[in-house]
């Protein structure tokens, strides 16, 4: 309604009277263009959450397909200046799919919630006006919903590499599984992806390497230290969209002072990829490295070779850079 948009201009010309380095986020878990409008002109929301981006890149990697993931990402507009996207894959609640409405077919989203199930996953229902239900949120973890560890460290590269600010839940911080147990005891569906943990329990996991939470948590916090690093990956840089094949979801980030450059390349799909260089455009008098293995692409190298769920943040080597 226009009044809710007039309501949040006036909450915002009061906070910023009183505090005006406060962050005005919306979180309106509608379709994509309703939700865009809360930015208004630059004098609404400062963020606002990216709510189609779960429903979508789970329908990418699950798929191998990112046709759907990069027709929605070459619509988005920069966020203009002083505003961005809060990025998010996973949350407390479920994967929202109102917010893939007019992105994802109806086929397409009734075969995500079939896998999900499958998964192991719950699916809470809405009632349209004619008495129908659709599938309205997907309620699972997403270490599960993503069927597994290459997967989800795929999932979490592209959500660290996208313009705006990313988000992690602390269950995807710590690889968290389906918790049954207490959805069984509640009844409540978003209780299967809110598992409590018993801090000792944790600090047990945690301090073997070896387990399975500890080597999660160890390799998202390596991936947010190099994103930290590259200012090409500051929320309001540059984004534009390449197009390697339906298989590979990638695109270029261009720091504000367009001296940092990163290409983030991601395999979405379980079959190995090939990408040639030339597609590539890389400027040939840099030198060019990739950020989340540490190896140099040799001038002579003419392919990319991606393994299955593989990604590759290939960035220009400068002195000022710390890397």
């Given at each position: 309604l226009p009044q809710t948009h007039e309501l949040i201009r006036l909450f915002r010309t009061l906070i910023e009277h009183v505090k005006p380095d406060a962050v005005i986020i919306t979180e309106t878990n509608i379709p994509n263009q309703e939700n865009l409008a809360y930015f208004g002109n630059c004098n609404e929301a400062h963020s606002i959450y990216n709510f189609s981006l779960p429903p979508l890149?789970?329908?990418?990697?699950?798929?191998?397909?990112?046709?759907?993931?990069?027709?929605?990402?070459?619509?988005?507009?920069?966020?203009?200046?002083?505003?961005?996207?809060?990025?998010?894959?996973?949350?407390?609640?479920?994967?929202?799919?109102?917010?893939?409405?007019?992105?994802?077919?109806?086929?397409?989203?009734?075969?995500?919630?079939?896998l999900m199930r499958?998964?192991?996953?719950?699916?809470?229902?809405?009632?349209?006006?004619?008495?129908?239900?659709?599938?309205?949120?997907?309620?699972?973890?997403?270490?599960?919903?993503?069927?597994?560890?290459?997967?989800?460290?795929?999932?979490?590269?592209?959500?660290?590499?996208l313009e705006g600010i990313p988000a992690l839940y602390i269950h995807s911080l710590l690889g968290t599984f389906n918790d049954y147990e207490r959805y069984e005891r509640t009844n409540h569906n978003r209780h299967i992806n809110r598992h409590q943990w018993n801090?000792?329990?944790l600090d047990c996991f945690l301090n073997d390497s070896e387990s399975h939470h500890a080597r999660v948590l160890a390799r998202m916090l390596g991936l947010i230290e190099i994103r930290k690093s590259q200012p090409a990956f500051h929320p309001n840089a540059t984004q534009f969209t390449l197009h390697l094949g339906d298989e590979i979801f990638a695109f270029w980030r261009q720091s504000v002072d367009r001296r940092n450059n990163v290409f983030c390349i991601h395999n979405i799909s379980q079959y190995k990829q090939e990408i040639p260089v030339s597609s590539i455009n890389l400027i040939s008098t840099e030198d060019w490295i990739d950020l989340l293995s540490g190896k140099e692409l040799e001038a002579e190298v003419s392919e990319i070779v991606l393994e299955p769920y593989q990604s590759v943040w290939l960035a220009n080597r400068r002195k000022h850079f710390p890397y």
């Open positions: 890149l789970l329908h990418a990697i699950t798929t191998g397909k990112s046709f759907y993931l990069k027709q929605w990402m070459m619509r988005m507009p920069p966020a203009q200046s002083g505003t961005t996207y809060f990025n998010f894959i996973a949350s407390h609640d479920g994967i929202g799919l109102r917010p893939a409405e007019g992105l994802l077919s109806d086929e397409e989203i009734d075969s995500l919630v079939d499958k998964r192991g996953g719950l699916i809470s229902e809405r009632a349209l006006a004619g008495g129908e239900k659709r599938p309205y949120e997907i309620n699972i973890s997403l270490f599960d919903a993503l069927g597994g560890e290459d997967e989800f460290f795929c999932a979490h590269t592209v959500l660290l590499a801090a000792d329990e």
